[in-house]
């Protein structure tokens, strides 16, 4: 698995030190278009990591992406694509004034024949000081590489299979299970 | 609906638990007719697996009828009679096109957490633990299969439950374990354990041309079985088991060797009791003793065929004994569905009917009772299979 701070390979960290830096990679058996297709649409974002609860297209290159934290709080900003190469990259970070100021890309590059195409997320988030930034902590966990990770194979399976793998909402044993059950009849 | 969860080591339970329901496009809904107790899920009622968590329901060998699918499935339809491959794979990942099913990238939602354990995570499975995503089992009376358009294989009316419910897991478990040894005419396999996987195994290494198949074990019944399969038999108890396989092949060994015992191996002497008591206060996650000895048994450019389960950290394998013999291993969960057809077609030929493993069938509610009955190989028990619609 890939660790926090992994080696970035293209570019410098944009918050050095202070930030938390994620760089995780998947490969996808889709073709490249559609990769980038969908990471092209920032709306598409909240399907496959839910976290971010709305993105709003503002503008040409603008977008305003609310994020909800654990706690019930919520932190909006305004984000900006500034790199926007076709099938291979799109970066973005959040405007001057961001509670959480934060930045991410995504390159695309076809895998060897037969395994589809890698795709490398990078994320960089600068915790604030204060609830929020203590939220965002939480939020990232102790290896903020395994909570990025999750959602990359998110997007895999969504990708690959046209739904995300899952087992909530399915029966147990467990109390509540069964409260719930009581409740129903 | 009525279920069998998972109440802490030691501990099943019959309970009621809400219907499943599709939560995905891809899923199905099935009514459960047939489920069986296996030797994996002695692994969870023995505590010897982490994750698994109080209320989680069993089982992973099922089959039923379709009652309700998801809105993306076109290949099934209410009221299509299927089996359940344990191993729940996308079909559209790298592995899947490889058939490679036990090893799919999308099957499970808790892929992060086996990477941590295993480097990378394998797929998910039913009944198992949260590892392998912790998707709720089949040991109920309904069950909902995600990727039921690549999981539910049809199985037709002329063939009975009994005849077909070990499509599911066991009997390919046992087939893939013979073709992972690659026999060529006049091998020897050697198979440590006479369990309902080597009964498969040892069946399925003569159908791919095994000459001689050696089944280990000292329950008498299963080896009473193991014979009846036409295999030779030796008990670990009693017998030098490196000594006696040198005898019976020339001097050479046995060509190829499967350990269908996996972790929680029984035997005898001294490297017994250090994993008894290694696995017991955790030094050991799995206990080896029968893999130790598959080991050295085999014969030098031989292959290792590993269909038991093992979960974590094993100790004291003489890997030098592999090492110098240049031995070859292969293991895994079974590639299910990819196998399907072909094992059909045995049965539809009458080169094999698998249902000669069962012992026992009984009501779903006897299920706690059974995993005692299985586990201390009381009563003949070999192999369990629960019935949903049989009166208590």
Wanted: proline share 6%.
């Amino acid at each position: 698995m890939a660790q926090a701070q992994a080696q970035a390979p293209q570019e410098s960290s944009k918050y050095p030190e202070k930030g938390i830096k994620v760089v995780k990679s998947v490969t996808i058996n889709r073709p490249i278009e559609d990769l980038y297709a969908f990471w092209h649409d920032p709306t598409n974002y909240p399907a496959v990591m839910d976290y971010i609860q709305s993105v709003q297209v503002t503008g040409d290159k603008t977008a305003h992406w609310t994020i909800k934290l654990p706690g019930g709080i919520k932190s909006e900003f305004d984000v900006e694509v500034y790199t926007d190469v076709p099938n291979e990259v799109i970066s973005w970070r959040s405007l001057e004034g961001s509670e959480i100021q934060n930045a991410g890309s995504v390159r695309f590059k076809p895998a060897p024949p037969e395994r589809g195409n890698e795709v490398q997320l990078t994320v960089e988030f600068v915790p604030p000081a204060g609830a929020i930034g203590n939220a965002l902590t939480k939020l990232l966990g102790d290896v903020p590489a395994q909570y990025i990770a999750k959602y990359l194979y998110q997007f895999k399976q969504k990708m690959e299979t046209g739904e995300t793998a899952t087992i909530e909402g399915q029966p147990s044993g467990r109390s509540e299970a069964k409260k719930e059950e009581e409740v129903s009849q | 609906m009525r279920a069998v969860t998972f109440q802490g080591k030691g501990h099943m339970q019959v309970d009621t638990v809400p219907d499943p329901k599709i939560i995905n496009p891809r899923d199905s809904i099935v009514q459960i007719t047939s489920s069986c107790i296996c030797g994996s899920d002695l692994h969870l009622y023995d505590g010897y697996i982490p994750t698994v968590e109080h209320g989680d329901i069993m089982g992973h060998e099922f089959m039923g009828v379709i009652v309700e699918t998801g809105s993306a499935v076109k290949n099934l339809k209410v009221g299509d009679r299927v089996i359940v491959p344990f191993t729940i794979a996308c079909g559209e990942c790298y592995y899947c096109k490889h058939d490679l099913h036990s090893l799919c990238d999308n099957s499970n939602p808790n892929a992060v957490a086996a990477e941590a354990m295993y480097g990378y995570s394998p797929a998910g499975l039913f009944g198992y633990s949260h590892l392998f995503g912790g998707y709720a089992g089949g040991q109920a009376e309904y069950a909902r299969v995600p990727f039921s358009d690549v999981g539910c294989f049809k199985i037709p009316d002329d063939l009975t439950d009994d005849q077909t419910v070990f499509l599911t897991d066991i009997y390919p478990t046992g087939f893939m374990a013979a073709e992972n040894c690659d026999i060529k005419p006049g091998d020897t396999v050697a198979i440590w354990g006479c369990g309902p996987v080597g009964q498969f195994a040892i069946r399925s290494a003569y159908l791919l041309g095994a000459k001689q198949v050696v089944a280990i074990d000292r329950v008498p019944e299963r080896m009473d079985m193991a014979r009846q399969g036409n295999a030779e038999t030796l008990n670990y108890e009693e017998d030098d088991i490196i000594d006696a396989l040198k005898e019976m092949t020339g001097g050479r060994g046995p060509d190829s060797v499967i350990d269908a015992v996996g972790m929680e191996a029984h035997g005898t002497g001294v490297g017994f009791l250090y994993d008894r008591l290694t696995q017991a206060t955790m030094m050991q996650t799995d206990r080896p003793t029968a893999l130790r000895q598959v080991l050295q048994a085999c014969r030098k450019g031989g292959t290792v065929s590993i269909p038991g389960v093992y979960g974590g950290i094993i100790d004291k394998i003489p890997m030098g004994a592999a090492f110098n013999k240049g031995l070859t291993f292969k293991m895994g969960q079974t590639h299910v569905q990819p196998l399907l057809p072909k094992l059909m077609q045995y049965i539809q030929n009458g080169d094999i009917d698998p249902s000669f493993v069962i012992t026992h069938r009984v009501p779903l509610e006897r299920a706690p009772e059974m995993y005692k009955t299985f586990r201390e190989k009381e009563d003949g028990c070999i192999k369990v299979v629960l019935k949903p619609d049989m009166v208590a």
